[in-house]
């Protein structure tokens, strides 16, 4: 390691013609990118190239010249459009040689399943000159690790299940000694049910404070209908500073928002429903319309869901809604299929029909068709009934009939969030 | 357009130090392939960068020595970070003049809302000498179409509700006419619950007949777990003989996959089955077990599906199964609640209580727990009930939990399908 530098700014470059189509896009990147920043590397350019040697050479040198460490994903199989060795060693002005080692584990693989090595799988046996060789778990191509002139360049397979555990291995073999001291934690903070708009007022007035800090806080905000995730992260000289500063944050966060958050450790908003029923050994009953078995399938994703929900009733016809729920006839009349009083008499109905605990009625309009002036496309009605007691809302969401049906599913769990915290 | 060159080969560069987080990529350059695409111009080259303009200029000289059309997205906002027309002007070697239509424009566009036009904005009025200027319906960031030296740049906004208009409008007014003659022409046959190496060993001997054909088909193959899709492509003189030459190959798959195909015109599978019951003037219910709704919420992703679907049961636990369904317990001891008999006893009873034509029975073991050496996780059993008759089948699907129940729900909407087509 004798004068080699840190690497501070990354390039990640994609090789493969399929990733220029409309269908396809790299998502490599985001775990590579993932995996350098939490050690401190931040990446400053990325790109996707087709399988034409001279042009990946060209993007190749062009990233070295922004960066001091390159990582290309895909372009290391045994076939004429693999050519990623061929451009690197280009680039960098490097010969390629053959390594009888790498030759003979891909005669033994092949041989293992019975089979003669094809020819075109010796180009995978060739290196860059003073290369180390990254084995491959999972696949033929093995990658190759660069130190030169103070700058890094990694190559890597492209499939995810073969890039994956070897970018972990280099990254902790071969990049951590290099950037040694730098620590990069984060946090998530997730809120559901509230637009990034409200959030990011809220929330604004801190951001100046973490960024004086010491170490500083850096905020990033990810946004879709129905939630809201604050990412924080923080370089620190060891962990226990780390967390320190983490937790300070989040406690700030859960200062300004109260009860809005339903998580600070990574757990999505159906584990988080999941695990407040466990722990009280209650069981839930859903009473869904307008999402059609959304928000029951989203607490089915957890595993061991079976512990706790008991059952769903999808009552899309008001025939359902009688027949399974007992929801009175004259209820429709009186009141509309949507609206707050038919909620209230599912969620009851379930929670009856089902002998559990806790149970959630929805009903609504999830469009594009069936609003009016009074009742337009996004109007939902939930409630939610437990022992000697329920509660029931009304909304109006925005967007298309899916995004309606999320956002409702968001709100009906949130709804059991916060009854459940409560008792 | 006078000695204008018709351009071929594009360069894709999104800007804005977001993108270069592990929790955002680039989207809008699929849209953008896509319409360039439909033009008969090829992406050979896309990237990402961040907010600094030394280094865009240096991508956009990259860019446009590999393309002779660069498209660049985001960068044209009011702020410092903001630097996309200063880079490209840089890199063209040609000036920025600011153009007084458009800062009057901004003025009226904030005087509409009452508000001063604040300093900052006046940037989003600089020009690049010579360039068309392409209004904004949905912001402020006007885009630029630059013509030079027999290459084409091209400035549009970040936002897509922003973009996606005016590249629309841009593609229809300066890049049509330059390409005139070309056209792309796709079509997209879809197929369910088969791998892609089974498909890829059926449909691979079509290819090359399909490269040598005049006009030649391209192809394209989009698989996930649970579902194919082979994107067809054709750039022919005519609409006439692209369609005729795609219906060819259509007919050619068809031929190959008889009854696997569920689609040909876009269609997901879930509309597939709302037009077959639609057809019929049938209602369908859904008894759901491991699926935990997921097979009924997608029936209803479908505007207008009301009409058919009925109600769905999703009965987590045997007593539901008992309770809603009438299922025997003597069935569980028997042969498990994961069990043909089981499944078939789900459907009967979904179909009698709902007092529906047809209806599905799913039950299976989604893990990553539940599974025995006879029944390991991923094993599902469906079946189906209809006027007289019935089917049921048994199913092996791998992956996370999420893909099983995924799988599970396809094939259930197929049995749903198969089962359609015949009556």
Not at 251 to 273: K, N, P, Q
Request: a neutral charge.
């Amino acid at each position: 390691m004798h004068g080699a530098t840190a690497p501070r700014r990354a390039a990640i470059l994609a090789v493969g013609s399929e990733l220029l189509t409309p269908f396809r896009t790299d998502s490599n990147s985001l775990a590579i990118t993932s995996a350098l920043n939490d050690l401190g590397i931040r990446v400053v350019w990325k790109a996707i190239v087709g399988d034409q040697q001279d042009e990946l050479a060209g993007a190749v040198r062009h990233a070295l010249s922004l960066a001091d460490l390159l990582v290309l994903t895909g372009g290391l199989g045994p076939t004429d459009d693999d050519v990623t060795r061929e451009a690197v060693a280009e680039a960098l002005g490097l010969p390629l040689e053959e390594h009888e080692a790498i030759a003979e584990g891909l005669r033994a693989r092949f041989a293992a399943r019975g089979l003669e090595m094809p020819a075109i799988n010796r180009r995978q046996a060739k290196v860059i000159a003073g290369a180390t060789i990254l084995p491959n778990a999972n696949g033929t191509a093995p990658g190759q690790w660069i130190a030169a002139g103070g700058r890094y360049v990694l190559l890597l397979p492209g499939p995810p299940r073969e890039m994956r555990p070897m970018l972990a291995a280099v990254l902790a073999a071969q990049v951590a000694p290099l950037v040694k001291g730098a620590r990069v934690m984060r946090r998530v903070v997730k809120i559901a049910g509230r637009p990034e708009s409200w959030v990011e007022e809220r929330a604004h007035q801190l951001y100046g404070a973490w960024r004086e800090r010491v170490p500083p806080i850096e905020e990033s905000t990810l946004a879709s209908p129905g939630q809201v995730e604050l990412h924080l992260s923080v370089v620190a000289p060891s962990e226990a500073e780390g967390h320190a500063a983490l937790q300070r944050a989040v406690d700030e966060l859960l200062a300004v928002f109260e009860g809005e958050v339903f998580s600070t450790d990574g757990r999505s908003l159906e584990e988080v429903v999941g695990d407040l029923l466990r722990r009280r050994g209650w069981r839930v009953a859903l009473a869904e319309s307008c999402t059609g078995g959304l928000a029951c399938s989203r607490l089915t994703d957890v595993p061991g869901s079976s512990d706790y929900v008991e059952r769903g009733f999808v009552t899309y016809s008001n025939r359902a809604k009688t027949e399974l729920l007992g929801v009175g006839e004259e209820l429709f009349a009186a009141h509309g299929a949507v609206s707050e009083a038919v909620a209230e008499a599912m969620a009851a109905g379930a929670r009856a029909r089902a002998d559990v605990e806790i149970a959630v009625g929805i009903t609504g309009i999830a469009g594009p068709g069936g609003g009016s002036r009074e009742k337009p496309v996004g109007t939902v009605a939930i409630a939610v009934a437990w022992p000697g007691g329920g509660c029931v809302e009304r909304y109006r969401f925005t967007g298309d009939r899916q995004a309606v049906k999320f956002q409702a599913s968001q709100a009906a769990l949130t709804l059991l969030r916060k009854r459940l915290e409560q008792v």
